[in-house]
Structure formats: C-alpha cells, structure tokens
C-alpha cells in the first residue's frame, strides 16, 4: 500500500520559515511527479508546487513563488515544501501529492494518483 506522510507542520509567527517533508513509501519514488498543495477552511484545495520525477523542473504557483521552494531527495524518497516569509493568508492544511509521470511536472490535482494526509501550518500575525 502506497504511504505519503507529511509532516513539519506547525505554528509560526508571521514572515517565519517552515520546511515540510513528505515520505513516501514508493518503491519507483524517482518515477513519479510530486507535488504540494494547501486547503484552508471553506477553499478549495490549491495547486502550490510541483517538481519533475528527476529533480531538475519545478513549477510554482504565483501566489508563492519567490517564498515557497520544492526539492526532493530520489534516495530518501522525500519531497521538502521550504516556506519563507510566511503570512497569516499562508494558514491551511498542507497536502502533498505524487504522480505517476517521469518527464515533466503536474500541476492539476485530478492527475495525481496518491495523497497524503496532511500537515497543518498555522501563521499567526
């Protein structure tokens, strides 16, 4: 059974820093697209970035890009989400997401094929 777990998540002041990790349990873990996205109360779950199964393309939405950084480690199996200068707007459950994909990134959220349970960030002011 395929495992995503998230985790380092937490409660910062606003315009801290916070890194999450998400382990997966893939045994092809270099085969797959990952990605982060958030869901705050009463919204929609949003695409935040996405990284290619290599490491080498990224992608981010514009609401973070600039503060949010993707990296992955094939040999740890882990995908990190760096959040920088974080604001109060930046409260949410934190998701990340894998995707059978080898060339590129993914950005839609109906594409990936495993979930994780979620971290929850909160930013106060």
């Known amino acids: 059974q395929v495992q995503l777990e998230e985790s380092g998540g937490g409660l910062v002041q606003a315009g801290g820093s916070l890194t999450l990790s998400c382990a997966a349990s893939?045994?092809?873990?270099?085969?797959?697209?990952m990605g982060w996205f958030r869901q705050a109360p009463g919204k929609e779950r949003a695409f935040l970035a996405s990284i290619s199964a290599s490491g080498q393309s990224t992608w981010y939405a514009d609401s973070v890009k600039g503060r949010f950084s993707i990296s992955r480690d094939n040999a740890k199996r882990i995908v990190y989400l760096q959040l920088n200068s974080l604001k109060p707007d930046d409260t949410a459950v934190y998701y990340c997401?894998?995707?059978?994909?080898?060339?590129?990134?993914?950005?839609?959220?109906?594409?990936?094929?495993?979930w994780g349970q979620g971290t929850q960030v909160t930013v106060s002011s």
């Open positions: 997401a894998a995707d059978f994909f080898e060339y590129g990134v993914t950005l839609a959220a109906s594409e990936y094929d495993y």
């Open positions: 893939l045994s092809t873990f270099s085969s797959y697209a």
